[in-house]
């Protein structure tokens, strides 16, 4: 395997297998589609950041709207992380899976006064605003509690992240954050609302980044902004850089590891003396997690030939959506008898985008398993219902065990909550 799996997936007489689990065993006990997560995986990812950034006064918090799975969030939980949250719904997900409160920042445009409610009474460690008018209701709402909510501006630092555009997030046109030269006006309103406490200022510039000078411009800007406040009297604890590094997707990719990607962002706030805040999701759990899948049918056309298989774009969207590449590979070493063919990797959806990968080549038989690599980020977290479709099952593999995190849903479960007129 070209692709950098940390070891983690590795083929032992042909058969490929997560960790010490034999990727066909977990498709025998828990049927396809499925995602299936090393732990080993996620565990390094974190310590990654761990060890980049050992020796600061920092916090890690895992941007929950990646892969929300209660066991994952839990493993992190134990591992020490915070938590980036976007909903109330996140909110309870977090503390459900016995997530601190108080290593929580919440992010997000269009936050309502219920999850606002909710995420002061649970104390969480800071709400990142994004619009003046957010200022203002946000300071009702903690006053009506009695309480003051703590708070940093999200501001856009109008810096290039050279993603995709649906990811870019941190451009002047974005609907994210307050403008950096707006900000200073902002946090003078702030400072005046009795019932805010201004905590820091936070970014968040894009996602799938693999150039770390993006990143590093950001903190340059946010570094200005920190010290134009503090020479107006206003002291910021911590800077939040917000998340966005990216994970290999294509075997011929070079993705930076952890301590490089940061090293020129860590050198620009090097004798800093505020807390560092980081909000990583992608790189936590995308190179963590792969997408089982089964081919029900080889379809030889006159101009391409299509692998059908029982995955589909309800389950990962992020082909159709983004027109992302994942690699796919077959979980056992072909059959003599096999030929190598190209192959478009299709779901059996009613759309024409519902590809898994096109031009693929593949030495497969029908009834092969197929490994959708790359695909504990944004997958699962994005699946959908469509074309009443169960959702897949989630197996978290560690060591020699494997675990079911989440069952596969049932059709009844699907129209549960429908009912017909009386
Ligand atoms: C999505 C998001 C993240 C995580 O981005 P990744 O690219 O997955 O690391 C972090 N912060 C905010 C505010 C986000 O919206």
Redesign the pocket.
């Known amino acids: 395997m070209s692709l950098d799996w940390n070891g983690y997936l590795a083929r032992q007489n042909g058969r490929l297998q997560l960790e010490s689990v034999p990727l066909a065993e977990v498709a025998h006990a828990h049927g396809t589609p499925c995602y299936v997560y090393s732990r080993a995986a996620l565990e390094d990812a974190y310590q990654g950041y761990v060890s980049a950034l050992a020796g600061r006064d920092t916090l890690i918090c895992y941007?929950v709207?990646?892969n929300s799975n209660l066991a994952i969030l839990n493993l992190f939980a134990r591992l020490g992380a915070g938590f980036?949250i976007?909903s109330g719904g996140e909110l309870a997900r977090v503390l459900a899976a016995g997530g601190d409160a108080g290593k929580i920042v919440f992010?997000?445009v269009g936050k309502t006064r219920a999850e606002m409610r909710a995420a002061l009474a649970a104390g969480i460690y800071c709400f990142?605003v994004e619009s003046a008018s957010e200022l203002e209701s946000l300071n009702e709402v903690a006053g009506s509690l009695g309480l003051r909510a703590p708070i940093a501006l999200?501001v856009n630092p109008d810096v290039d992240p050279k993603t995709h555009p649906y990811?870019a997030?941190g451009l002047k046109s974005s609907k994210?954050g307050v403008a950096i030269d707006e900000a200073l006006s902002l946090y003078h309103r702030a400072q005046a609302m009795p019932h805010l406490d201004i905590r820091g200022v936070a970014c968040?510039i894009?996602?799938?980044?693999l150039d770390p000078a993006p990143i590093a411009e950001a903190a340059t800007k946010i570094i200005d902004l920190a010290d134009a406040l503090s020479r107006e009297g206003i002291a910021l604890a911590h800077l939040d850089l917000?998340?966005?590094?990216g994970v290999n997707y294509r075997a011929d990719e070079a993705t930076p590891n952890t301590v490089d990607y940061l090293a020129p962002l860590l050198a620009a706030l090097s004798g800093r003396r505020e807390r560092l805040l980081f909000?990583?999701?992608?790189?936590l759990v995308g190179a963590a997690g792969l997408l089982l899948t089964r081919i029900e049918i080889l379809k030889h056309g006159s101009e391409k030939n299509f692998a059908v298989v029982d995955a589909a774009m309800n389950d990962l969207a992020r082909p159709a959506l983004y027109d992302a590449w994942h690699e796919i590979v077959a979980v056992a070493a072909p059959a003599d008898d096999v030929k190598t063919a190209t192959y478009d990797v299709v779901g059996p959806i009613c759309e024409s985008g519902d590809f898994l990968g096109q031009g693929r080549e593949l030495a497969v038989a029908e009834g092969d398993l197929l490994a959708v690599l790359s695909a504990g980020?944004?997958g699962m977290a994005m699946s959908s219902n469509y074309n009443t479709r169960p959702r897949a099952a989630e197996v978290m593999v560690s060591g020699s065990q494997m675990h079911l995190i989440r069952r596969r849903e049932t059709l009844d479960q699907l129209f549960a909550l429908e009912s017909v007129l009386s």
């Open positions: 941007a709207k990646a980036d976007v992010s997000g990142n999200r990811i997030t994210f968040h894009g996602s799938q980044l917000g998340g966005g590094k909000e990583p999701g992608r790189s980020a944004y």
